[in-house]
């Protein structure tokens, strides 16, 4: 059976080039969708059998498109990553409709969408992963995260939905709730009083995202935290 496909949705300068890089480590085939193919063109070329696909996750229409081509120029996807997000902060009564509706298009439309698109090469397969970057705005909703929090709680609920259907097939749904600021260089802009240990680092995410598509069945997980031992929690 040929290598299967490790598709990474959302790829940026923090947790999905980290992702990127983890996944094509072993020189599996990695597909790096992103709605801005800029950045995830230029890594795929540092990457071996790594391509590149542009992919807004909010349109249902791009997410199938853009998996119609992983599976027309790469193969079966085995594994998935969905690290697509988008956050628009504020109160009730400072975020719009729009605001609230984009959040849940990318963070919970979007990975339903993919899923579907990637399932029946899975079951075909006889399994697969499947792991989603969560964050604890899923469990509370902020004052100042109402568009983002419900959007993050509706992808925790599908993604739970989809484990416990999915669990008895071989195919492996898990959930990474990140906890604390990611490394990146506006981040670092934001808070230069902080060291280094007080941000999440991306590397060490992928290698949890990593660890979760390869435990033994019978020990799966299917929520795992992700925050500096700093963090308070």
């Not at 599976?71 to 697509?84: D, H, K, S």
């Not at 979007?110 to 397969?125: D, Y």
């Not at 898990?174 to 230069?192: K, M, N, S, W, Y």
């Not at 590397?203 to 033994?216: D, I, K, M, N, R």
Request: aromatic fraction near 8%; charge should be neutral.
């Amino acid at each position: 059976m040929t290598r299967a496909v490790s598709a990474i949705v959302g790829i940026g300068l923090g947790n999905g080039a980290a992702l990127a890089r983890r996944f094509a480590a072993d020189g599996s085939p990695v597909a790096l969708l992103s709605r801005s193919p800029d950045f995830s063109s230029q890594l795929a070329r540092e990457l071996p059998s790594a391509r590149a696909y542009a992919c807004d996750a909010s349109q249902p229409e791009a997410v199938q498109a853009a998996f119609a081509q992983v599976a027309a120029q790469q193969g079966t996807v085995g594994t998935l990553i969905y690290n697509a997000g988008s956050g628009a902060w504020g109160s009730v009564e400072q975020v719009s409709g729009a605001d609230l509706e984009q959040c849940w298009r990318v963070n919970t439309l979007g990975l339903f969408t993919a899923m579907q698109a990637v399932l029946p090469g899975m079951k075909q397969r006889g399994g697969g992963a499947i792991v989603i970057i969560g964050a604890t705005a899923s469990r509370r909703g902020g004052a100042g995260a109402a568009a983002f929090a419900q959007a993050k709680a509706a992808q925790r609920a599908l993604a739970e939905s989809m484990a416990r259907q999915l669990w008895p097939q071989g195919i492996h749904v898990a959930l990474i709730i990140i906890d604390g600021i990611v490394d990146l260089p506006r981040t670092r802009e934001q808070r230069p009083d902080k060291p280094e240990s007080f941000f999440v680092q991306p590397a060490a995410v992928a290698e949890s995202a990593w660890w979760l598509t390869h435990q033994p069945r019978s020990a799966w997980s299917f929520e795992i935290e992700a925050r500096p031992f700093g963090e308070t929690w």
